[in-house]
Nanobody, 119 residues
Framework: QVQLVESGGGLVQPGGSLRLSCAASRSIGSIYAMDWYRQAPGKQRELVAAITSGGSRNYADSVKGRFTISRDNAKNTVYLQMSNLRPEDTAVYYC?????????????WGQGTRVTVSS
């Protein structure tokens, strides 16, 4: 398994931006996909964005055009650039390593980083 550590969360005003980082303990180049999920209070965890080892990206409809996922294999790090943030983006954001394309019930998870969007 790979250990994941998220950072970059915090308090931001509506319309603001944040960049989340997910640092892996080993090379991510061979990992099938790296994902960002989020869980808001009282809600289920949901997929926000994913990027495959080949660079294909997938986004939740609610964040399309506002969030960008990227990966730097040389730094073993995945990023989530979040712009035009809304109060409904408030959640704990988790990084997930989907090592074999088996989905969220497998692979490795980080501890999460909290994002609060509020004026």
């Amino acid at each position: 398994q790979v250990q994941l550590v998220e950072s970059g969360g915090g308090l931001v005003q509506p319309g603001g931006s944040l960049r989340l980082s997910c640092a892996a303990s080993r090379s991510i180049g061979s990992i099938y996909a790296m994902d960002w999920y989020r869980q808001a209070p009282g809600k289920q965890r949901e997929l926000v964005a994913a990027i495959t080892s080949g660079g294909s990206r997938n986004y939740a409809d609610s964040v399309k055009g506002r969030f960008t996922i990227s990966r730097d294999n040389a730094k073993n790090t995945v990023y989530l650039q979040m712009s035009n943030l809304r109060p409904e983006d408030t959640a704990v954001y988790y990084c997930h390593a989907d090592e074999k394309g088996l989905g969220p019930n497998f692979g490795s998870w980080g501890q999460g980083t909290r994002v609060t969007v509020s004026s």
